[in-house]
């Protein structure tokens, strides 16, 4: 098993990259704190993990406020004695974000503050514990907008996770000698309920499809798969990477310097 003895904490755990992540992790053997504000979502997901064997508890989180990113790692700690892995999940796509001139002030808050504040937080709480332990993972979910805009204007939170890369790669190498590795998972356009919702009419949606050569959404299964890779010591030379696992958007409109 390839998280064997590890706990794992997972934001946005209630659904889409989230859940699958706790479900496979849970299956390689970590015992798995479920983090979210979906209390109905999240216990689903923990006692999905229970019923298969697993260990695993639920903990309401809203990432955006630093009480409950102290309260779940505490949480990690206190039931299951350690924390190896910190997988900065939660997320919003808002359907009113927009372009510069249409994106209210109050969408670009709500989202840097979920989006990019939530992963600050956990990362406060949460390397002090992974020093407990010796040492651990800390993925942070970015997106391949981090890297290129969005067909689809959606500046807030492009610029959220632009902003959860920069952070990723200063705390890799802040960390480093602390046997704390700390990676960027940048998913392609997903068929999650996220991106679905968002990418709201078939236009919306063949906008991002004429992009992607493998010519369809990734799925919230195969990301999971690699977060598994960048949690496990298979990925133990990695830090301040940005993964791209994305369908080769990047590499057909990105150009090397």
């Given at each position: 098993?390839?998280?064997?003895?590890?706990?794992?904490?997972?934001?946005?755990?209630?659904?889409?990259?989230?859940?699958?992540?706790?479900?496979?992790?849970?299956?390689?053997?970590?015992?798995?704190?479920?983090?979210?504000?979906?209390?109905?979502?999240?216990?689903?997901?923990?006692?999905?993990?229970?019923?298969?064997?697993?260990?695993?508890v639920y903990v309401n989180a809203d990432v955006s406020k630093a009480a409950d990113c102290e309260q779940m790692i505490?949480?990690?700690?206190?039931?299951?004695?350690?924390?190896?892995?910190?997988?900065?999940?939660?997320?919003?796509?808002?359907?009113?974000?927009?372009?510069?001139?249409?994106?209210?002030?109050?969408?670009?808050?709500?989202?840097?503050?979920?989006?990019?504040?939530?992963?600050?937080?956990?990362?406060?709480?949460?390397?002090?514990?992974?020093?407990?332990?010796?040492?651990?993972?800390?993925?942070?979910?970015?997106?391949?907008?981090?890297?290129?805009?969005?067909?689809?204007?959606?500046?807030?939170?492009?610029?959220?996770?632009?902003?959860?890369?920069?952070?990723?790669?200063?705390?890799?190498?802040?960390?480093?000698?602390e046997n704390i590795r700390v990676n960027a998972l940048c998913p392609g356009p997903l068929q999650t309920e996220l991106?679905?919702?968002?990418?709201?009419?078939?236009?919306?949606?063949?906008?991002?499809?004429?992009?992607?050569?493998?010519?369809?959404?990734?799925?919230?299964?195969?990301?999971?798969?690699?977060?598994?890779?960048?949690?496990?010591?298979?990925?133990?030379?990695?830090?301040?990477?940005?993964?791209?696992?994305?369908?080769?958007?990047?590499?057909?409109?990105?150009?090397?310097?």
């Amino acid at each position: 098993m390839r998280l064997e003895n590890k706990v794992a904490l997972i934001t946005g755990a209630s659904s889409g990259i989230g859940r699958e992540s706790a479900l496979l992790f849970a299956q390689e053997g970590a015992r798995v704190v479920v983090a979210d504000v979906n209390d109905a979502g999240g216990q689903e997901t923990a006692d999905m993990i229970t019923q298969a064997g697993g260990e695993a508890v639920y903990v309401n989180a809203d990432v955006s406020k630093a009480a409950d990113c102290e309260q779940m790692i505490a949480m990690a700690e206190n039931k299951f004695g350690r924390l190896d892995v910190l997988f900065n999940n939660a997320g919003i796509m808002h359907g009113d974000d927009g372009d510069a001139v249409s994106t209210s002030e109050k969408i670009w808050e709500l989202t840097l503050d979920i989006n990019l504040r939530g992963v600050f937080l956990g990362c406060k709480f949460g390397i002090p514990a992974l020093r407990r332990a010796g040492g651990g993972s800390i993925i942070n979910t970015a997106s391949f907008v981090a890297v290129m805009g969005a067909a689809t204007p959606q500046l807030a939170y492009t610029a959220s996770k632009g902003g959860v890369l920069a952070m990723t790669r200063e705390l890799a190498v802040i960390h480093a000698r602390e046997n704390i590795r700390v990676n960027a998972l940048c998913p392609g356009p997903l068929q999650t309920e996220l991106l679905m919702n968002f990418l709201n009419t078939d236009e919306k949606k063949q906008r991002r499809l004429v992009h992607i050569p493998m010519g369809r959404f990734g799925q919230a299964r195969e990301m999971a798969q690699a977060a598994l890779f960048l949690a496990s010591d298979e990925s133990s030379f990695m830090t301040g990477s940005e993964f791209l696992v994305d369908g080769g958007i990047t590499s057909a409109y990105v150009t090397p310097e």
